[in-house]
């Protein structure tokens, strides 16, 4: 059974720092594609991060390039995303999914960031940017 287990969340002023983990059990690691994504109140849920060992490709959503880095390790099963500089518009649920395969692009669109190919979820984790 597919299981991602996120943590990290918590409560940070803006222009502060936090780092999230997915921790992901019950299938091959190295063989799948794990993202991040966000909700934020009364807003659907966004990509914010893709990344896929098979092929080391790594994906940004624009609103993080710069800010937000992940990582994966491999030997821990788990995904880490270090967010900097937070802003009070990144208060949101962190969610962690995962899906066989890369990272997907279709036709040049980043289809990971609508959850193309992400067939399992974490229940997340919140991250609250106080002003």
């Known amino acids: 059974e597919v299981q991602l287990v996120e943590s990290g969340g918590g409560l940070v002023k803006a222009g502060g720092f936090l780092r999230l983990s997915c921790a992901a059990s019950?299938?091959?690691?190295?063989?799948?594609?794990i993202g991040w994504y966000r909700q934020a109140p009364g807003k659907a849920r966004e990509g914010v991060s893709c990344?896929?060992?098979?092929?080391?490709?790594?994906y940004y959503a624009d609103f993080v390039k710069g800010r937000f880095t992940i990582s994966s390790d491999n030997a821990m099963n788990t995904v880490y995303l270090q967010m900097n500089n937070l802003k009070p518009e990144d208060t949101a649920v962190y969610y962690c999914a995962a899906g066989p395969g890369t990272c997907p692009v279709v036709d040049g669109t980043d289809a990971w960031a609508y959850y193309y190919g992400m067939s399992s979820w974490g229940k997340g984790t919140l991250v609250t940017v106080s002003s």
């Open positions: 019950g299938f091959t690691f190295d063989d799948y594609a």
């Open positions: 990344i896929s060992s098979s092929d080391d490709n790594i």
